[in-house]
């Protein structure tokens, strides 16, 4: 599997409110919400995003509440992947889940700025900015986590089987 897109970028502790606002909660339409992903730090997001672009974080990304709708949100505004230095642990695993891809990496989070290219290969871990050329390294899946992604999330890959 591998992405390609320009950055978003954000910094540290971008929490679930942030990047789905509760007030837009009165509604489970994916397509309703991620018209106001990130609305509260980064009105333009949802102008500018397209199909492939990638969101780069800080530290403790998609803290604060357990709310599966912020990684849906991201995952259909169009971003391919999101890459910090780490995440918040029920974010993680609500973005498995929905099969939204997740890397940590601080080294990439640190060099890549916002409206650089970027591709990543999620079957090796590697990270390119294409603007700079610097590679970058994060842990691959594991095949198990490459399965559930690919297939879209946790409950079409358990259908599929």
């Not at 954000?10 to 309703?32: F, S």
């Not at 050329?133 to 691959?140: E, K, M, S, Y």
Request: aromatic share 8%.
């Amino acid at each position: 599997m591998k992405a390609e897109g320009t950055v978003f970028k954000y910094g540290d502790n971008v929490d679930t409110d942030v990047i789905i606002p509760a007030r837009y909660l009165n509604t489970q339409d994916a397509k309703e919400l991620a018209m106001h992903a990130m609305e509260d730090i980064d009105a333009e997001y949802v102008k500018k995003v397209q199909p492939g672009d990638i969101m780069v974080g800080g530290w403790n990304f998609g803290c604060g509440s357990s709310r599966e709708h912020a990684p849906l949100v991201i995952k259909t505004s169009g971003a391919s992947v999101v890459i910090a230095k780490s995440f918040a642990r029920i974010f993680y695993r609500n973005a498995i889940n929905i099969g939204l891809p997740i890397m940590e990496c601080e080294a990439a989070a640190d060099a890549i700025s916002a409206g650089d290219r970027v591709s990543v290969d999620f079957d090796s871990g590697e990270i390119r900015d294409e603007t700079t050329g610097q590679v970058f390294h994060a842990a691959p899946y594991p095949e198990f986590l490459q399965k559930i992604i690919s297939a879209g999330g946790l409950m079409n890959s358990i259908r599929e089987k």
